[in-house]
T-cell receptor, first 115, second 112 residues
Framework: DTAVSQTPKYLVTQMGNDKSIKCEQN?????MYWYKQDSKKFLKIMFS???????INETVPNRFSPKSPDKAHLNLHINSLELGDSAVYFC??????????????FGEGSRLTVL | RKEVEQDPGPFNVPEGATVAFNCTYS??????FFWYRQDCRKEPKLLMS???SGNEDGRFTAQLNRASQYISLLIRDSKLSDSATYLC?????????????FGAGTRLFVKA
């Protein structure tokens, strides 16, 4: 059983389109994240949710809208896609009882290519 | 300036070599430290936590210097399978929870 699963794994689309990426975790974690990894491989946090509540929104354009229907799911919807949105988007989850714990478990990534 | 800085490499080393990676962080409020490993076209995975007293896990040794805001990872007796990108990670308080910040990674190639 995959702990953190995200779909689709690959997404190729035209500029201006709207697309969604879904993420589900079966680890019972309270916290979920979206990270973006660009062509330079820099992994940058976008959003973090704790028990369905948004706690981090890292100056991401408002074309990106996360939604957490329950604590096991965190979806990412992107409107009006731009070339610069091409990247690998990683979903992750963790259990955060203390500051020095809380390993992040990542999904396999969703590779988005905007043409 | 990025909050977590690493030498991007690549480091090209022969099998059996010892290699060391360094990392600096700029926010003195950072409280927890980790090394993650990312294989090509895969997701990052936790390699080890880094404790103030330094810690070892087999061939891997991690060190933390809070005064200098500096973290290191030493790999002894490198194996071909160690080829990957090593991500330095710091964690600190954030409103409502914690924030985990990744460095850009250091690429390692171990050759036969």
């Amino acid at each position: 059983d995959t702990a953190v699963s995200q779909t689709p794994k690959y997404l190729v689309t035209q500029m201006g389109n709207d697309k969604s990426i879904k993420c589900e975790q079966n680890l019972g974690h309270d916290t979920m994240y979206w990270y973006k990894q660009d062509s330079k491989k820099f992994l940058k946090i976008m959003f973090s949710y704790n028990n369905k509540e948004l706690i981090i929104n890292e100056t991401v354009p408002n074309r990106f809208s996360p939604k957490s229907p329950d604590k096991a799911h965190l979806n990412l919807h992107i409107n009006s896609l731009e070339l610069g949105d091409s990247a690998v988007y990683f979903c992750a989850s963790s259990q955060e009882p203390q500051l020095n714990t809380g390993e992040l478990f990542f999904g396999e990534g969703s590779r988005l290519t905007v043409l | 300036r990025k909050e977590v800085e690493q030498d991007p490499g690549p480091f090209n080393v022969p099998e059996g070599a010892t290699v060391a990676f360094n990392c600096t962080y700029s926010n003195s409020a950072s409280q927890s430290f980790f090394w993650y490993r990312q294989d090509c076209r895969k997701e990052p995975k936790l390699l080890m936590s880094v404790y103030s007293s330094g810690n070892e896990d087999g061939r891997f040794t991690a060190q933390l210097n809070r005064a200098s805001q500096y973290i290191s990872l030493l790999i002894r007796d490198s194996k071909l399978s160690d080829s990957a990108t090593y991500l330095c990670v710091v964690k600190r308080d954030h409103t409502g929870g914690f924030k985990t910040i990744f460095g850009a990674g250091t690429r390692l190639f171990v050759k036969a």
